[in-house]
């Protein structure tokens, strides 16, 4: 049965660019098709189809995010396969937000108030931009031309750093749909709980590799029964932080945002004050003393 999977996931059709160009040209027919039936000679029109193509990058990227973590901890073909084709799974994200940055170009070029009226803060503009910017480097540091000017340090910390960026931004959207706003949809837990859970595989995979790391270098392991335990209520700390945001965030937004300072830098500084990230950085934590080990 796996040697059969394995041998599917080889087909051709379904790796490198012929993956690309099997996702990549029904998604963009598909957006065509919802352009012809939406009436893009309003605001909310082309807002409209802003908020319908970047939903088909979401699940895209948070898929990117998950795939290194996947394969450490439930490795198999399938897995393998989806770190293979990472590259190309990545490259349709760049088509979903081309087709975003297209829809963004005719806002603000020709709806400019509508523009101004959903572009809530400097900050917003900022998050935005350097999603952009994070996209387009990655982009062209994907083929060989632009890959020479870096050194392999540089390009993994520069791919690195735009797939968080460009993972925090619909998370922190999600997040702030169901902690902030009073009517989510259903496709905002949808998201929210998939960038969650992309990211919480992430930290589970460095917990693993670190655990490996330690049985390799220490003869003898444990882990301090006090520190499994923090950190283990830590974790559980973290899962209930995550899921109830609307119970804590204007109280927790309000505390971090008391120096005049941090009050500025809500204004500009992209995700400031980091409230959608707060669980995670706790769950991090907590797998961090979870996994400490003493000889
Ligand atoms: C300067 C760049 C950008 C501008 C001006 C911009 C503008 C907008 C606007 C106006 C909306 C609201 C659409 C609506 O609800 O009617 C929106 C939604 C959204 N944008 Fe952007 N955006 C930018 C870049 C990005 C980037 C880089 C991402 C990262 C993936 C992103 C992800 C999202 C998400 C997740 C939504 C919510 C969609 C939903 O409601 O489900 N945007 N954007």
Avoid at 103 to 108: A, E, K
Avoid at 169 to 197: A, R
Avoid at 232 to 241: D, K, P, R
Wanted: glycine share 6%; hydrophobic share 50%.
């Amino acid at each position: 049965m796996n040697l059969d999977l394995k041998l599917v996931l080889k087909n051709k059709a379904i790796n490198g660019w012929r993956l690309f160009w099997l996702i990549s040209t029904p998604m963009s027919i598909v957006m065509v098709i919802a352009t012809l039936g939406t009436d893009m000679s309003t605001g909310a029109g082309v807002s409209e189809m802003i908020q319908f193509s970047v939903r088909w990058a979401v699940p895209i990227i948070f898929l990117v995010v998950a795939a290194s973590s996947v394969q450490i901890l439930i490795p198999g073909p399938l897995p393998v396969w989806l770190l293979r084709n990472r590259k190309y799974i990545g490259m349709c994200f760049a088509v979903a937000m081309a087709w975003q940055g297209t829809f963004i170009f005719i806002m603000s070029n020709f709806f400019r108030e509508d523009y101004f009226k959903d572009v809530y803060l400097l900050r917003d503009e900022l998050e935005g931009s350097i999603g952009y910017i994070f996209l387009t480097a990655m982009v062209v540091t994907s083929f060989n031309f632009g890959r020479k000017h870096l050194n392999p340090k540089q390009w993994k910390l520069l791919h690195k750093s735009s797939i968080y960026f460009l993972w925090a931004y619909p998370f922190s959207v999600y997040w702030w749909n169901l902690s902030y706003y009073e009517n989510p949809q259903p496709i905002d837990y949808v998201f929210y709980w998939s960038g969650f859970i992309a990211f919480a595989l992430r930290i589970a995979a460095w917990g693993k590799k670190r655990q490996q790391a330690a049985k390799k270098n220490v003869s003898e392991r444990s882990t301090p029964f006090a520190l499994t335990l923090l950190g283990s209520a830590l974790i559980t700390f973290g899962l209930f932080v995550s899921a109830s945001g609307l119970y804590w965030q204007k109280a927790v937004t309000a505390f971090l945002t008391v120096p005049k300072w941090s009050a500025d830098l809500v204004l500009w500084l992209p995700y400031w004050p980091f409230e959608p990230y707060l669980s995670l950085f706790v769950i991090g934590l907590g797998t961090l003393l979870v996994t400490k080990v003493r000889a």
